[in-house]
């Protein structure tokens, strides 16, 4: 069966404190996996897609890595402002169907 | 690039009026759309999946003659809550699929409160 599972479900960390967060997978023939993050009140915003292992992708930061069997999403010195709910996901059928992981809710302070 | 609006942001409605939501690929075409419903705390859950000019295809638990889906152009689908009533009060997420691509890109949601 396809899933997602995402660790840990929730993160505090003090400002400049990097991390990673983990998203394990079991899906047959992965189509891509999706980074997004959520705000409060807000719809999901996309960060990244990682199509095959070894595939790295950054943004401000954020760094997002890919293995066969898990993605992980570094957060490298923190802000405040990085505090949200990061889920990842991944299409499981031919119509792109997401199925997405219960998400890590990550708190920064300062 | 790659923006989706939802219309409105939030709705307050009495218990069994209709609500329609619109979702709009403002700047790309989307065959695909997604409708996602979430509750406080917990992750997206998906409603349906609507194609341009065909039936919307709804998952398993859904009532698809009280969420009707219509995705008549390549930038547009609405949800509409027909007869809503307190328990389908919740967060509202739409997300368009790049015609040919693989990446969904979600919209800021609509919150319906029914009364």
């Known amino acids: 069966e396809d899933q997602v599972t995402q660790s840990p479900e929730a993160l505090r960390l003090q400002e400049g404190e990097s991390s990673s967060l983990n998203c394990s997978y079991t899906?047959?023939?992965?189509?891509?996996l999706f980074w997004y993050r959520q705000d409060p009140g807000k719809g999901p915003e996309f960060l990244f897609t990682l199509y095959s292992a070894g595939e790295e992708k950054e943004k401000e930061r954020l760094k997002a890595t890919l293995t066969k069997k898990e993605s992980f999403l570094h957060i490298t010195a923190p802000k405040p402002e990085d505090s949200a709910t990061y889920l990842c996901?991944?299409?499981?059928?031919?119509?792109?169907?997401?199925?997405f992981g219960g998400g890590t809710r990550l708190m920064v302070k300062p | 690039g790659a923006v989706v609006s939802q219309h409105p942001s939030r709705v307050i409605c009495k218990s069994g009026t209709s609500v329609k939501i619109e979702c709009r690929s403002l700047?790309?075409?989307?065959?695909?759309m997604f409708w996602y419903r979430q509750f406080p705390k917990q992750s997206l859950m998906l409603m349906a999946t609507?194609?341009?000019?065909?039936?919307?295809?709804?998952e398993q638990g859904v009532e698809k003659d009280k969420f009707l889906i219509n995705h008549a152009s390549l930038t547009l689908s609405t949800l509409t809550v027909t007869s809503a009533h307190p328990e389908d009060s919740s967060f509202y997420i739409c997300s368009a699929r790049v015609s040919g691509g693989e990446t969904q890109y979600f919209g800021p949601g609509t919150r319906l409160l029914v009364l």
């Open positions: 899906v047959s023939g992965l189509r891509g």
């Open positions: 996901a991944v299409p499981i059928n031919a119509g792109n169907m997401l199925t």
């Open positions: 700047d790309f075409q989307a065959t695909t």
């Open positions: 609507s194609n341009e000019g065909s039936k919307a295809t709804y």
